[in-house]
């Protein structure tokens, strides 16, 4: 299971932690990845990172913007959001893959229930 927390609202340039933790797998063996959508709008990834030393991923509208990165021991995953624009207001869910990320939705095996995220000034 993965429980999504930490959205909220907060005005443009502002910041958020997301925290999703893990529970009933091995998070050391899975890639964790962090997709967003707005209704009416596909589901788009934001960031991902896989098993092992692998650099992160980063969706193009959100590099430099945030980071991504994971404790095993904790079994949670963080995404650290700062400068957010309104753009950036959506659901955001974690989701869990074996080992390698990927930017399709459709490849990831567990999800988490969405923390809402609204920028607004």
């Known amino acids: 299971q993965l429980q999504a927390s930490g959205g909220g609202s907060v005005q443009p340039s502002g910041s958020l932690r997301l925290s999703c933790a893990t529970s009933?797998?091995?998070?050391?063996?899975?890639?964790i990845g962090w997709f967003r959508q707005v209704p009416g709008k596909k589901r788009e990834v934001v960031a991902c990172?896989?098993?092992?030393?692998?650099?992160?991923y980063y969706a193009g509208s959100v590099k430099g913007r945030v980071t991504i990165a994971r404790v095993n021991a904790n079994n949670t995953v963080y995404l650290e959001m700062n400068s957010l624009k309104l753009e950036d207001t959506a659901v955001y869910y974690c989701?869990?893959?074996?080992?390698?990320?990927?930017?399709?939705?459709?490849?990831?095996?567990?999800w988490g229930q969405g923390t809402l995220v609204t920028v607004s000034s």
């Open positions: 009933g797998f091995t998070l050391a063996d899975y890639a």
């Open positions: 990172i896989a098993t092992g030393n692998r650099d992160p």
């Open positions: 989701a869990a893959v074996p080992r390698y990320c990927s930017v399709y939705h459709q490849q990831f095996q567990y």
